[in-house]
């Protein structure tokens, strides 16, 4: 069945050259996750959740409550699927083409468009494009295209603490109360400054 269009020609060629235009400066289409489980894969992602937890004991550098590493693991324990992509797509080779996560909890809540810091670049090993389920706080299985099977397991590993990473901060600036100290009040900077 073809459908006809309203447009003149000229108006219907133009319109579909502006889509192949925007979709050519933005990088195309965003990738998706394959559907080939690589259970290797979500023992590298709870290897990595745990470096990260693990380092919120008595890390000089980032003042943490001492219930952070617990509260982390509970956040964990709401999340049931998370799927990294490149926010431009594949094509796109600027510095801005990060990686973007979106995650669905276990109430079916859809967090989307979580930023990364990691930028998707296609030289060298390809971006880590990956969906992973999530049970009782651990990555249960992980699904791609098989991509990372062509390097080295140690060549997943910056995508990886770059996807974790995103994880933990999603729970830290939705509940910072419940990550750091408040901040401190005017009359408390005031205080310190008359030592």
Same mark, same amino acid.
């Given at each position: 069945?073809?459908?006809?269009?309203?447009?003149?020609?000229?108006?219907?060629?133009?319109?579909?050259?502006? %889509?192949?235009?925007? !979709?050519?400066? /933005?990088?195309?289409?965003?990738?998706?996750?394959?559907?080939? !489980?690589?259970? *290797?894969?979500?023992?590298?992602?709870?290897?990595?959740?745990?470096?990260? %937890?693990?380092?919120?004991?008595?890390? #000089?550098?980032?003042?943490?409550? #001492?219930?952070?590493?617990?509260? !982390?693991?509970?956040?964990?324990?709401?999340?049931?699927?998370?799927?990294?992509?490149?926010?431009?797509?594949?094509? &796109?080779?600027?510095? +801005?083409?990060?990686?973007? +996560?979106?995650?669905?909890?276990? &109430?079916? /809540?859809?967090?989307?468009?979580?930023?990364?810091?990691?930028?998707?670049? +296609?030289?060298? #090993?390809?971006?880590? %494009?990956?969906?992973?389920?999530?049970? &009782?706080?651990?990555?249960?299985?992980?699904?791609?295209?098989?991509?990372?099977?062509?390097?080295?397991?140690?060549?997943?590993?910056? &995508? %990886?603490?770059?996807? /974790?990473?995103?994880?933990? *901060?999603?729970?830290?600036? *939705?509940?910072?109360?419940? +990550?750091?100290?408040?901040?401190?009040?005017? !009359?408390?900077?005031?205080?310190?400054?008359?030592?």
């Amino acid at each position: 069945m073809r459908v006809m269009s309203s447009l003149p020609p000229s108006r219907v060629l133009l319109s579909s050259l502006s %889509i192949l235009l925007l !979709a050519a400066c /933005t990088g195309g289409a965003r990738e998706t996750p394959g559907d080939e !489980a690589n259970p *290797r894969l979500a023992e590298l992602i709870n290897e990595s959740l745990d470096r990260h %937890i693990g380092g919120m004991h008595g890390n #000089p550098r980032d003042v943490l409550l #001492p219930g952070a590493p617990e509260q !982390a693991r509970a956040w964990l324990g709401k999340l049931r699927a998370a799927t990294t992509g490149c926010r431009n797509g594949p094509r &796109d080779e600027s510095r +801005y083409n990060t990686f973007q +996560y979106e995650l669905v909890l276990a &109430d079916g /809540t859809r967090i989307g468009e979580v930023p990364g810091h990691r930028r998707c670049t +296609y030289e060298g #090993p390809l971006p880590l %494009i990956m969906q992973v389920t999530f049970e &009782d706080g651990r990555a249960v299985q992980a699904y791609t295209d098989g991509r990372e099977r062509r390097q080295l397991p140690d060549a997943a590993l910056p &995508d %990886i603490d770059a996807f /974790t990473l995103a994880l933990l *901060r999603v729970d830290q600036q *939705r509940h910072p109360e419940l +990550y750091r100290p408040p901040a401190p009040t005017a !009359a408390q900077i005031e205080e310190q400054w008359k030592r």
